[in-house]
């Protein structure tokens, strides 16, 4: 079926999503909505996200999308219940990989970086006692990291500093998991790399999410045709400059809407 698959998150994070499905489904056409405007929904209640979540799916639907990807874990752990009973369209979440990293872990411990819109909600708390028994998991908040990453500032003193603050308190308690709980983060892979020892595994959910998103296309038989030469198209309600240099690619289109 050619209908786009529809990907949202607050802001330009959820490219980092939007790379993996490409990846593994190369024949779907896709649109994304950066609503960077009101990014970060994580310092935000769980009202406003919900609302901020009708507004985009409301959007996407308006564009035909056959299923949504919330891409975007504070969207997912606040409003995905609502969304999927109250629209017909398949949705898939993203929520941190506190299963992976609790199978993975030998020390027993695991750090996970996220939004404070995550951490604390009850989504992310009843994933956490399901799957982490037994195991310490130390939640700290990113805050400001969501607005240097919108920045384009992902290689800067004050992102460095920022994460090195972070990481340190969960590195002295011995994690050997770091699990990355958002989906602007995995743009801080390199950096993080310098500052964390081999020993120490970040997990992330984006493969994942695009595996779960092929799984429910083909169960409800809506997978785009083989060999079909797909079409991708990218709106930011904001700067579209930083959302460019991510997904600079001569296949995809990038426009400013005011959504
Ligand atoms: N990418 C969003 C997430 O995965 C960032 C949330 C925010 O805007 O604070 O949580």
Known sequence: MQQPIGIFDSGIGGTSIWKEIQKLLPNENTIYLADSKNAP????????????????TELLLQKNCKLIVVACNTATTNAIDYLRANY??????????????????????????????????SLFHSTSKMFAEGITVLEQEGTGLVELIEAGEVNSKATKELLKRYIDP????????????????????????????????????????????????????????????ANHMFFSNSNVDVLKSLVDDTDVEVDYLDF
């Open 170 to 229: 969960m590195l002295a308690e011995d994690i050997d998991c770091l699990v990355l709980g958002c989906t602007h983060y995995p743009y801080l892979i390199p950096v993080l790399r310098k500052l964390l020892s081999q020993r120490i595994t970040i997990i992330d959910s984006g493969e994942a999410v695009a595996r779960q998103t092929n799984a429910i296309l083909i169960k409800n038989q809506l997978l785009a045709q083989e060999g079909s030469r």
């Open 88 to 121: 017909k369209v398949p949705f898939i979440g993203i929520e941190p990989a506190i299963k992976p990293a609790a199978l993975h872990t030998k020390t027993r411990k695991i750090g996970i970086l996220a939004t404070k819109g995550t951490l604390s909600s």
């Open 41 to 56: 929904y994580g310092a935000k209640s769980k009202e406003e996200i919900l609302e901020l979540s009708i507004k985009n």
